[in-house]
T-cell receptor, first 117, second 114 residues
Framework: NAGVMQNPRHLVRRRGQEARLRCSPMKGHSHVYWYRQLPEEGLKFMVYLQKENIIDESGMPKERFSAEFPKEGPSILRIQQVVRGDSAAYFC???????????????FGPGTRLTVT | AQSVTQLGSHVSVSEGALVLLRCNYSSSVPPYLFWYVQYPNQGLQLLLKYTSAATLVKGINGFEAEFKKSETSFHLTKPSAHMSDAAEYFCAVSDQGSSYKLIFGSGTRLLVRP
């Protein structure tokens, strides 16, 4: 049973470009969560999605960031017009409906390390 | 706002020695608590979790943690360190209002000396 998949693992973008990060949840998981880890810090919640629905995006920056989880295909975290401060590791987690959303039990992917030059 | 404090960004132990990684949380009600381990260039792996059952929780790889409400602590221990335990360890608490939202500490890097 494959775990949570994220690609690319490493992404380099110049300031002003767009970054697209992909996350494929574990088989049977319909809930996806995105977290950001800045250097020397813990992970910070960004957004919680179910298929075709954004449940909670309270941790997303107000501008330039968006996320989706379409009916078919992976979840996408999109960052427009990247700036140096966006350099971080972005982790995706997934869960079945109850254990993740109620008990907080989530399974994490390996992360995408974004570097903005 | 809830928070998690991990004392010591780096902890160094000898192989075979006791491992103790500290975690304190702030919450007005007993939360769900988690310890995750992150090996280099990998994602976070759940070590163990506390969800209001037994206060002493056993996890994978010989780790355990004890929930102490009076001290608002959830320290992680292992009786005998192994070289393969070298990694970064994160304590997390579920948000009171939205339990799917995990609040993480800043992590403790465990170094194991031969």
């Amino acid at each position: 049973n494959a775990g949570v998949m994220q690609n690319p693992r490493h992404l380099v973008r110049r300031r002003g470009q767009e970054a697209r990060l992909r996350c494929s949840p574990m088989k049977g998981h319909s809930h996806v969560y995105w977290y950001r880890q800045l250097p020397e810090e813990g992970l910070k919640f960004m957004v919680y999605l179910q298929k075709e629905n954004i449940i909670d995006e309270s941790g997303m920056p107000k501008e330039r960031f968006s996320a989706e989880f379409p009916k078919e295909g992976p979840s996408i975290l999109r960052i427009q017009q990247v700036v140096r401060g966006d350099s971080a590791a972005y982790f995706c987690a997934s869960s079945p409906p109850y254990s993740g959303s109620v008990l907080g039990e989530q399974y994490f992917g390996p992360g995408t390390r974004l570097t903005v030059t | 706002a809830q928070s998690v404090t991990q004392l010591g960004s780096h902890v160094s132990v000898s192989e075979g020695a006791l491992v103790l990684l500290r975690c304190n949380y702030s919450s007005s009600v007993p939360p769900y608590l988690f310890w995750y381990v992150q090996y280099p260039n990998q994602g976070l792996q759940l070590l163990l979790k506390y969800t209001s059952a037994a206060t002493l929780v056993k996890g994978i790889n010989g780790f355990e943690a004890e929930f102490k409400k009076s001290e608002t602590s959830f320290h992680l221990t292992k009786p005998s360190a192994h070289m393969s335990d070298a990694a970064e360890y994160f304590c997390a608490v579920s948000d009171q209002g939205s339990s799917y939202k995990l609040i993480f500490g800043s992590g403790t890097r465990l170094l194991v000396r031969p």
